[in-house]
């Protein structure tokens, strides 16, 4: 898992995979100070793979900052890979469904404890 120790949000990146589709399993601070890390991982993987599957499971802490490359990510998935955000904290959930472009993106079987697998 990638790790950003120096910084003040430490944020885990880790790029796994199930059922042959890439799952980006996301940890700790997912703030600010932390986006780049994770835009730059599912650029990577919007780029070569049709589906991408983002766990959100080992999130500690999000802001509306640290959600923006997700929610970028699946306004993007029109046109191009097939984003699914699972495994939402009940606290991120909330966060996102308040966003007006969020809701869409998210399924009610994607927050706290639904299987990787539909």
Request: charged share 25%; no cysteine.
């Amino acid at each position: 898992m990638a790790d950003i120790s120096q910084d003040p949000s430490p944020l885990g990146v880790e790029i796994g995979w199930e059922d042959g589709v890439p799952v980006l399993r996301v940890s700790g601070e997912l703030d600010v100070a932390s986006v780049e890390l994770l835009e730059a991982a599912l650029t990577s993987l919007e780029r070569d793979e049709p589906v991408v599957v983002i766990d959100l499971r080992e999130v500690t802490f999000a802001d509306i900052a640290g959600l923006r490359p997700i929610l970028d990510a699946t306004s993007r998935a029109i046109s191009h890979a097939m984003i699914r955000v699972v495994n939402l904290p009940s606290s991120v959930a909330m966060l996102a469904r308040a966003l007006p472009d969020v809701e869409a993106a998210l399924r009610d079987d994607s927050v706290d404890d639904a299987p990787l697998s539909s």
